[in-house]
T-cell receptor
């Protein structure tokens, strides 16, 4: 069946350093979504990408959807302690299919 | 922010008890989901529904059951709780917009079975 993987599983960075998490699907996706879950909280939707090669920015966060629509990345510039949490990517094969979540990347930021 | 509610937020019960976790949303979403998540770990889909009277089991084998009699309500029931059921249970609903099913999560129920 369809699988969505993420690397790394954990990342510890010094405050101010950049951070990138990668998401890879075993099949072509119609869309990629990114969610953030703060410690003790619930996942919160950040953004979705639907076009091949699409790039979107939210302040210090840059999201990219691969040309083949099988991979995606989330890059955070100059991390802050407020960026701490687990970042999940999720994708659908078609708009009629279930959303499949990746296992998440847990980010720790050392002040 | 989406309007999706879960009760109770915390529950501690003894082995063998029957429990129902409540989930309601006021957005009129057709699709609803239940996930099980241990702290800091993966989200495991245990049940989902694409509309009233439609329910399906997810990828994670679960001893729970669900019902969907009303659009806004998607309760999850454990007939006989066991310590292995100790976890966080997250309810979500989704809205299809701009090419994707965006999921909105409730605050979760943290269940401890003694």
């Amino acid at each position: 069946g369809q699988q969505v993987m993420q690397i790394p599983q954990y990342q510890h960075v010094q405050e101010g350093e950049d951070f990138t998490t990668y998401c890879n699907s075993s099949t072509t996706l119609s869309n990629i979504q990114w969610y953030k879950q703060r410690p003790g909280g619930h996942p919160v939707f950040l953004i979705q990408l639907v076009k091949s090669g699409e790039v979107k920015k939210q302040k210090r966060l840059t999201f990219q959807f691969g040309e083949a629509k099988k991979n995606s990345s989330l890059h955070i510039t100059a991390t802050q302690t407020t960026d701490v949490g687990t970042y999940f990517c999720a994708g659908q094969k078609t708009s009629y299919d279930k959303v499949i979540f990746g296992p998440g990347t847990s980010l720790s930021v050392i002040p | 922010e989406a309007d999706i509610y879960q009760t109770p937020r915390y529950l501690v019960i003894g082995t063998g008890k029957k429990i129902t976790l409540e989930c309601s949303q006021t957005m009129g979403h057709d699709k609803m989901y239940w996930y099980q998540q241990d702290p800091g770990m993966e989200l495991h889909l245990i049940h989902y529904s694409y509309g009233v009277n439609s329910t399906e089991k997810g990828d994670l084998s679960s001893e729970s059951t669900v019902s969907r009699i009303r659009t806004e309500h998607f309760p999850l029931t454990l007939e006989s709780a066991r310590p292995s059921h100790t976890s966080q249970y997250l309810c979500a609903s989704s809205s299809y917009r701009e090419g994707a099913d965006t999921q909105y999560f409730g605050p979760g129920t943290r269940l401890t079975v003694l």
